[in-house]
T-cell receptor, first 108, second 115 residues
Framework: GQSLEQPSEVTAVEGAIVQINCTYQ??????LSWYQQHDGGAPTFLSY??LDGLEETGRFSSFLSRSDSYGYLLLQELQMKDSASYFC?????????WGAGTKLIIKP | DVKVTQSSRYLVKRTGEKVFLECVQD?????MFWYRQDPGLGLRLIYF???????EKGDIPEGYSVSREKKERFSLILESASTNQTSMYLC??????????????FGPGTRLTVT
């Protein structure tokens, strides 16, 4: 089957950099996506890696290594509004396979 | 902007009732999805549809059914609600092709409580 693992919670300081890791087991997939969800809100798309390497979108970057079955989301210059849950998800033939999510706590 | 709307934000139903959750999207997307979200479990796929009148079971279809009579509308039906179906239900839609990032657009969610 397919499964993803990510830490349940990460704590960081405002202005700092934080990395949220995602490891997976799968027999095949098209790419790895990242979503952000604020408390009480719906998930929103952040980034997608179809190929190995780093994808940068403003303060957020996402990385994929297929050989290591590993990806991460990097958030720079953390702001209090970045406090949210972050989900990695495998793009697998019409559907996404989701991780359980990482709650990012940001301290001033 | 893509808009996905769900019929209710909050719903309280009694055990044994038949419950209908409606989802409508305005982007002409082929794919639509129903998830439930519970603390610590992430999003679990109940059913999805990649075309009108087509449906596929997800990971947890038991106790649920779906209907897609029109492209823009995807309904989730709880045939006989039970307390273990108390959850947040999220609807999403996406463009048709895998390998395209499959960016999913979510509705605001329906928090269903079954008493």
């Amino acid at each position: 089957g397919q499964s993803l693992e990510q830490p349940s919670e990460v704590t960081a300081v405002e202005g700092a950099i934080v990395q949220i890791n995602c490891t997976y087991q799968t027999s095949g997939f098209y790419g790895l996506s990242w979503y952000q969800q604020h408390d009480g809100g719906a998930p929103t798309f952040l980034s997608y890696n179809a190929l190995d390497g780093l994808e940068e979108t403003g303060r957020f970057s996402s990385f994929l290594s297929r050989s290591d079955s590993y990806g991460y989301l990097l958030l720079q210059e953390l702001q209090m509004k970045d406090s949210a849950s972050y989900f990695c998800a495998l793009d697998s033939n019409y559907q996404l396979i989701w991780g359980a999510g990482t709650k990012l706590i940001i301290k001033p | 902007d893509v808009k996905v709307t769900q019929s209710s934000r909050y719903l309280v139903k009694r055990t044994g009732e038949k419950v209908f959750l409606e989802c409508v999207q305005d982007m002409d997307h082929e794919n639509m999805f129903w998830y439930r979200q519970d603390p610590g479990l992430g999003l679990r796929l109940i059913y999805f549809s990649y075309d009108v009148k087509m449906k596929e079971k997800g990971d947890i279809p038991e106790g649920y059914s779906v209907s897609r009579e029109k492209k823009e509308r995807f309904s989730l039906i709880l045939e006989s609600a039970s307390t273990n179906q108390t959850s947040m239900y999220l609807c999403a839609s996406s463009p048709p092709l895998p390998g395209q990032g499959l960016e999913q657009y979510f509705g605001p969610g329906t928090r269903l409580t079954v008493t």
